[in-house]
């Protein structure tokens, strides 16, 4: 089994920056197999991906929408993820999430993920 707790959402205004963070817990966790991904939904749309991570090489993914805004990065040793979002504006307000799976192909997919948090809200305000 592996755990995921998200933390660090809140209020920021637009124009501003919020840091979240997700930590693995786990022995099931695999350094070499596993991506780690970031997800939102927004009330009354569709959850959809954000970014992701692959543990072993560090390689990145992002959408669209957030490409030169945000930036994930991992602590291979403290086992965390973070998401580093600067520049809110608000079509960023919604509950984020970090999910983790095992031999990811595609990294949007959120069906490709096993394992969720509780998610964590990033409101923001103009």
């Known amino acids: 089994q592996i755990r995921l707790v998200e933390s660090g959402g809140g209020l920021a205004q637009v124009g501003g920056s919020l840091s979240l963070n997700c930590e693995v817990f786990?022995?099931?966790?695999?350094?070499?197999?596993?991506?780690v991904g970031w997800f939102r939904q927004a009330p009354g749309k569709e959850r959809e991906f954000v970014a992701a991570?692959?543990?072993?090489?560090?390689?990145?993914y992002y959408a669209d929408s957030v490409k030169g805004r945000f930036t994930i990065s991992r602590d291979n040793a403290k086992l965390t993820v973070d998401l580093q979002m600067n520049n809110l504006n608000s079509e960023d307000a919604a509950i984020y999430f970090c999910?983790?799976?095992?031999?990811?192909?595609?990294?949007?997919?959120?069906?490709?993920?096993?394992?969720w948090g509780q998610g964590t809200q990033v409101t923001v305000s103009s």
């Open positions: 999910a983790t799976g095992r031999n990811v192909i595609s990294t949007m997919i959120d069906l490709e993920y096993e394992y």
């Open positions: 786990g022995r099931t966790f695999n350094r070499y197999r596993n991506t």
């Open positions: 991570i692959t543990w072993e090489r560090g390689t990145t």
